[in-house]
């Protein structure tokens, strides 16, 4: 499923409609980001988290600054490895290329490991256009692939769900009892999607790591589904983002070991498949034919910006999401778009365009957890700010948010117009002023659901100029 | 040696509506020894400015108060949040002549209780909280930004109260200035998964007036909640008391 017929315009709506509508998401995002946020925490302890990140940071700016470089060293790894491989420049070109793999092998039913890039891309849709089935193998995507709905978190794409969510749906599709337990499920889903790895002739997948060295394709997973899907069908395409290569296999060897603390909390996942190609004569498994896909799809376009080129350093460990009040609140859906959360949203205006971005880089309250947590040190906030920036500077702010700054900003450099202003603000926050304020732009909405804080009484200054002798209470 | 001359920064939201906070600040800093002046045209950092995309705005507002703040020994906030302002983020908003006014104003800012533990070596102030127990919310940019997480506890605790744990202590409340305006929903929701973990508790505690107003202003609407008090107000009642 891809977020169709959602858009970041529709953040503050959607959010709203998720506190207000649906109690059960904000219950299961919660529980999840903590539990997540913990599990990573523990997963650091003894180790030097600076250094690690430190390096991890260094290691992905040096791949960006010669991303040219290493992508045409990684063709050549690929293609030496038996791959075939193509270059996508945006959704529509990759789309077409997996179009023509379909039919030049004449290809009728898929298994897809869990990707962000082919949520991005659209992949499932594309394909069951064109008389596919799909069937998503990761058991949260699977969950949502038969609620038709998005992923919410860029690791635990059914974060937002809860226990009796499922116990609901799989008592409806597969038939378990009503009361069954996590395991109980797990297992009818395994059962149900045995079948469709053995029928299908078509196993779609990202990567998290490809490395250029190699041309080793590296993917982490706990279910073993991303296996079966990248070995038992005839045909493995690869979806991968530009930004995911590696220089180096002694690199990955360290981001090996990041990322599943980073995202989950593990020292590493359950199943590791390093895939070096399709299968060579005399080997007993893997596919006849392996694609890679690289797809840009506007990863260019942000490595080019002076500031927000720093986000595609990310390696989609999810991290900053875990960690994230505004998250933690409205889970990944009102974000509109395949990425949520602070990454979200700083990649939304490279990949989307800011515009088509907004407000996303407003959805953040500054808090920072974002930019402490982060394994490669993207610093988040500040570019939540550059992008803010930027969109000043093209008008894409609400021209009363324009004029408001510049009369707050006059009165601030005009002490006494601006302890005029001071004194207003006292009487709007007092008793009588109070049914006006109520009725203001933003002092309205900030008051509907809290109490306006009290301002009776002199100011700190009227107290000073007074020589402090008197103590009152404070407010 | 003369005592260390401290401009103390009121802060806007401060002067109009944490008067009596402000002024236990400042009573505060006159009882540990140090001279404190007001500076008259002191009026905001800019960071609203600054967190909403206004560069320019910000960077004017910041540069002035770098102009009104330059000249004492240090410039003390009753805020985290603007001392991160003026710390982190005005030297790298200020350009042309007054940006080694901001930078040197930079070096010498600290948030009140960093500048009673961290400059003026203060670690007990009496035991006049003693028998209090209080939650502290941590504001975002004091323990972020400025990196201080320790100083306000150390105050607190020396000063006898006992400061509980709380789940949600290091949790963003919501406030973020103008996000709270953009986005109450997710503002509000903020301020309860504060609340709804709060342990109980006589008072909670911060160093920064826009947690508080949020947090208390939450707490008003459900009608419940212990008082929201500033870190500066409960200290100074324990000294003086």
Known sequence: MSGAGTRPADFALRAREVLEERPTVRAAVTEGTLRAQEKRRKAFVGLDEEAWKEWARATKTHLLGRLDHYLLEAEASLVANGVRVHWAEDAPQARRILGGIVEEAGLSSAVKAKSMLSEELEVNAFLEKRGLSVRETDLGEYILQMLGEAPSHIVGPAMHKTLEDCQELFADELGTPPDASAEVIAAAARRRLRRDFLEADLGISGANFLVAETGTVALMENEGNIRLSTSLPRVHVAFVGIEKLLPRLADLAGFLQLLPRSATGQVIGNYVSLLQGPRRPGEPDGPEEMHVVLVDNGRTRLLADDQGHEALRCIRCGACLNVCPVYRQSGGHPYGWVYSGPIGAILAPGLLGLEEAMPLPYASSLCGACGDVCPVKIPIPELLVYWRERAVEEGLVPRSEAWGMAGYTAAALNPRLFHAAEALAGVLTGPAGELLARRLPMVGDWAADRSLPRAEGPTFRELWAEGLDQPREDG | ?241
């Open chain 2, 1 to 241: 040696m003369p005592p260390p001359r401290v401009a103390l920064f009121p802060t806007c939201l401060g002067n109009r509506f944490f008067a009596e906070a402000v002024a236990d600040a400042a009573r505060l800093l006159r009882h540990v020894g140090v001279e404190v002046s007001v500076p008259a045209e002191a009026t905001c950092c800019g960071q609203p400015a600054f967190n909403a995309g206004h560069r320019a705005e910000a960077a004017r507002m910041a540069g002035r108060l770098a102009e009104v703040l330059d000249g004492a020994d240090w410039v003390v906030l009753p805020s985290g949040s603007c001392a991160a302002m003026v710390r982190n983020h005005a030297p790298t908003l200020v350009q042309g002549t007054r940006a080694d006014l901001a930078r040197r104003v930079a070096l010498r800012t600290r948030e009140l209780s960093e500048f009673l533990v961290d400059e003026m070596g203060v670690h007990r102030l009496g035991d006049g909280l003693a028998g209090r127990r209080v939650a502290y919310h941590h504001g975002c940019h004091a323990l972020r930004e400025l990196r201080s997480r320790e100083q306000p506890l150390t105050l607190l605790k020396g000063a006898g109260a006992e400061v509980v744990p709380w789940e949600a202590a290091e949790e963003c409340c919501g406030f973020g200035g103008l996000f709270s305006a953009k986005l109450p929903a997710v503002s509000t929701a903020m301020a309860d998964r504060k609340l709804d973990t709060l342990p109980g508790v006589d008072a909670v505690v911060s160093a920064d007036g826009g947690c508080l107003m949020q947090l208390a202003g939450r707490a008003g609407h459900r009608g419940e909640g212990p008082p929201f008090r500033h870190l500066a107000s409960v200290l100074w009642e324990g000294v003086s008391t």
